[in-house]
């Protein structure tokens, strides 16, 4: 009917103390798959107010955004919203050496990823994905050519998640570059703390940066034969 409805899904991600049966791991998979649908995943409390405003604005179809149980990072809120333009990424960091490209909660945890992984030579650029339905290609393209390395972080079941998606958009533009996923396993995952099911599941900062930083030196074209 592509009417203006809008969802708002909290409890995006991993639930925590609400235990199994309430972890949002596969909303991103789904909804992306609706025709029409617009999908958002706001980095932080104020950019949750924004897309809640540009939501509101979308006509001639539906519209979701998501966002985690608990609090936010805790920045400063504007007291006014802004409104995001429809498909459009927000470049945080610059870096050489790998695309940090995140959605969700899990972009507040990749600019710790960042700053671990500086520690070791290697410079990322950092990405907020907040449009998972429709992404912004451009960027996407852009930071691709600019590292040569893409890395992706959501708090979503991998099949068919944001990953995929970037995935797809790289695979209709011809271009071929390594990608790393990172996101929830194809399994139910238990009660806990969100602190505690993230380390468990190897998404906290300091194991991501571990991976990342062995994932590269994996590569053919390493960070070290590059610099």
Request: net charge negative.
């Amino acid at each position: 009917q592509k009417l203006p409805v809008v969802f708002a899904l909290d409890r995006g991600g991993l639930a925590g103390a609400d235990g199994a049966t309430h972890h949002g791991w596969g909303d991103l998979s789904f909804m992306r798959a609706i025709p029409g649908m617009v999908c958002m995943a706001p980095k932080d409390e104020q950019e949750l107010g924004d897309l809640m405003a540009t939501a509101l604005t979308i006509e001639g179809g539906p519209s979701m955004v998501r966002f985690p149980r608990g609090a936010g990072p805790g920045v400063t809120m504007n007291p006014n919203f802004n409104l995001i333009p429809i498909g459009s990424w927000e470049k945080l960091e610059g870096g050489n050496d790998v695309a940090l490209v995140a959605t969700g909660a899990m972009v507040a945890i990749a600019t710790k990823v960042s700053e671990l992984l500086r520690r070791e030579g290697i410079a990322a650029t950092v990405v907020n994905g907040r449009f998972i339905k429709p992404m912004d290609e451009n960027m996407l393209l852009e930071v691709t050519r600019d590292t040569g390395h893409v890395v992706t972080l959501e708090d979503n079941v991998l099949d068919g998640g944001f990953g995929s998606g970037i995935l797809e958009v790289l695979a209709h533009h011809g271009v071929e570059v390594p990608v790393k996923r990172f996101g929830l396993p194809d399994r139910f995952v238990q009660h806990g703390s969100r602190n505690q099911l993230f380390e468990e599941l190897g998404l906290d900062p300091n194991s991501l940066a571990a991976s990342i930083a062995l994932w590269l030196k994996c590569q053919p074209e390493t960070v070290e034969s590059r610099a």
